[in-house]
């Protein structure tokens, strides 16, 4: 039920390998252009300067404003940047139509309390994930490879807890902003809105197209374990938006995940809760298995719900 309306040469099927190409070159020069810029503005926003920058990226968080900054070039570089380049890539190369005066119609409030119970259940299931994917053990011949992979991922897990370790409500707001709204935002619009149903094309196959995404979108945040988590969100954020038609759930979706997860750590590192959510190494099977229960309700529900719907909003659109 995706949207994606275009008559480009590019965008058919026969030109899949091009269309891909294109599709990385844009979306990485638009990450890299903007990410330029935020930087160039941060000495004067932040006070922080360009050697105090590449400090931070090395693991030196004891630089003052050093959150905010980091925040601020993440916002621009990453949310921003995907939306840019998907807006670039519809509009300009593809000259496609997503047609948001039906994606609005699709909107419903059955719906969206449908989506925010989904999240929540999948937040709960995630935990068992996620301590799963922390448990991996490779090969011996690839104990190298592993030790590698898990040096990257204290590094990256590091970075996290710096950015999320908010130390006041501005603060908070800031990454309910930057990594709630515009990665919400960003991120659909680019996995979901456009390289979704061009994977369902490229491999005639609906949920063929919408686990593909998912292994791409996980992928590209190169975090090996946290990668069952990502791949997850990403399948149930495909699906929200195949049953519907409309990118509306799947940004809600994501926007709620992310900033949920924020004022948990938030409300954890003020000691209002006693939960550290970014621990890896236990789980509740019984919160998960809660979850678990919550989303597959929820999920066979919404698809009950939404089956034949597009084809009667679309009479009335």
């Known amino acids: 039920m995706e949207i994606y309306e275009t008559q480009a040469e590019i965008a058919t099927r026969k030109n899949w390998l091009l269309s891909l190409v ?5 979306a990485f020069g638009t990450l890299v252009l903007l990410q330029g810029l935020s930087l160039a503005f941060v000495p004067f926003l932040f006070q922080v300067s360009m050697e105090d920058m590449m400090s931070l990226v090395s693991g030196n968080y004891d630089i003052p404003n050093g959150r905010m900054a980091l925040l601020f070039t993440q916002g621009i570089g990453s949310g921003l940047g995907f939306w840019v380049a998907t807006w670039i ?22 719906n969206l309390a449908l989506v925010t119970a989904m999240t929540v259940g999948g937040m709960l299931f995630n935990g068992l994930l996620m301590y799963w994917n922390s448990q991996m053990v490779l090969p011996e011949f690839l104990s190298g490879v592993e030790q590698w992979m898990r040096e990257m991922e204290t590094q990256l897990m590091e970075l996290t807890v710096f950015l999320t370790d908010f130390q006041s409500i501005p603060e908070l707001l800031t990454g309910i902003l930057v990594i709630g709204v515009f990665a919400g935002v960003g991120e659909e619009l680019f996995f979901r809105g456009l390289i ?35 791949l997850f969100l990403g399948a149930l954020f495909g699906y929200l938006y195949h049953y519907t038609g409309s990118l ?12 949920l997860t924020l004022l948990l750590v938030y409300g954890s590192n003020q000691g209002f809760i006693d939960l550290d959510v970014q621990a890896t190494d236990t789980v ?17 529900y919404f698809k009950k719900v939404n089956r034949g719907k597009d084809e009667k909003l679309d009479q009335s659109v």
């Open 196 to 230: 979704q149903p061009k994977m369902q094309v490229y491999f005639r196959s609906p949920h063929w197209g919408i686990w593909v995404t998912a292994f791409i979108f996980s992928a590209i945040h190169a975090q090996f374990f946290g990668f069952l988590p990502r």
């Open 89 to 110: 890539i519809i509009r300009f190369l593809e000259k496609a139509n997503l047609n948001w005066a039906k994606q609005r119609a699709r909107v419903s409030s059955k």
């Open 22 to 26: 294109v599709i990385t070159l844009v």
């Open 248 to 259: 509306f759930y799947p940004i809600l979706g994501h926007i709620l995940n992310n900033a």
């Open 284 to 300: 509740s099977y019984p919160a998960a298995l809660v979850g678990f229960l919550v989303l597959i309700l929820g999920f066979l």
